[in-house]
């Protein structure tokens, strides 16, 4: 089943075609993933799918409903979550408490630092549930500025999965990650989509998109130039063109 349908999808800044007429869609419980050079409009397609930027033009609606329009907090709310390709969480709290945060989110989306309301015992065995089922148990208690990118970014995720989303969208989760951290962290995204959430995953790494998706979808310019499975977008020939043309 369609979980999102993106429908000609444009974004324009200043002229500059950013996206350009995208149409794709995402299934119910698949990893979706978004290949494309440096510029290509990736982070761009998060954004206008999330309501961080109004689109030019087109269409995008999540189960059925259109979503252009609706405000970040709002989608959010309708169970589409997301992470950034640079990673904040708060710095100065301990895992547990950047996951608290966001449980606080769901509930307010403006009250972020009131986090005491929400210290009750089916909150905590939440929060309990979701820091084991991401691996996170033994960094529960520290201090997010001081844990390697690879546990920051897991606690990205948790913090996006408190919200309970329906679909996840995930900016280049391994980029700067040491390989075995990338694996890991790769394990979890599958994980995720096992508990029947979807993803779209923005991914450098052609090994681990390969691996992980069924389905890809390539950006250049803006625009769609591709899609398909791992083994039609790896020798197509648009899709090559695209890659060796932005090196040398
Ligand atoms: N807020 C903005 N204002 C103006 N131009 C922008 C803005 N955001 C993105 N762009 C431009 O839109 C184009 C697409 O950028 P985007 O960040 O979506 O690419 P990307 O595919 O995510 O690239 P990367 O792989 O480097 O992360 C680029 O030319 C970029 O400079
Ligand atoms: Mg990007």
Redesign the pocket.
């Known amino acids: 089943m369609v979980l999102l349908r993106v429908e000609g999808l444009s974004k324009e800044?200043?002229g500059?075609k950013?996206l350009d007429r995208v149409s794709f869609t995402a299934e119910e419980q698949e990893i979706l993933g978004i290949i494309?050079?440096?510029?290509?409009?990736?982070?761009?397609?998060f954004?206008v799918i999330t309501g961080v930027?109004p689109a030019t033009g087109g269409e995008v609606s999540f189960r059925g409903d259109s979503i252009l329009g609706k405000k970040p907090h709002q989608i959010s709310r309708l169970g589409i979550g997301r992470t950034f390709?640079i990673v904040r969480p708060f710095p100065n709290l301990d895992v547990e408490t950047n996951i608290l945060v966001a449980y606080g989110h769901r509930f307010y989306p403006h009250l972020w630092n009131s986090t005491l309301p929400f210290r009750q015992p089916d909150i905590q065995k939440e929060i309990d549930a979701l820091i084991e089922s991401t691996g996170l148990q033994p960094y529960a208690k520290q201090l997010a500025k001081n844990l390697p990118l690879g546990i920051k970014k897991r606690v990205e995720i948790a913090r996006a999965l408190a919200l309970k989303p329906r679909l996840l969208l995930l900016?280049?989760p391994s980029g700067g990650l040491r390989f075995e951290e990338s694996v890991q962290l790769m394990d979890l995204i599958r994980k995720v989509r096992d508990q029947g959430i979807s993803v779209l995953l923005?991914e450098?790494n052609m090994q681990v998109v390969m691996d992980l998706c069924k389905r890809i979808v390539v950006?250049d310019h803006?625009s769609k130039i591709a899609e398909g499975s791992p083994e039609e977008i790896r020798s197509n020939p648009r899709v090559i063109e695209a890659y060796l043309g932005k090196e040398g």
């Open positions: 800044f200043d500059l950013a494309g050079p440096n510029g290509a409009g990736k982070t761009t397609l954004n930027y390709q900016d280049e923005i450098h950006l803006g």
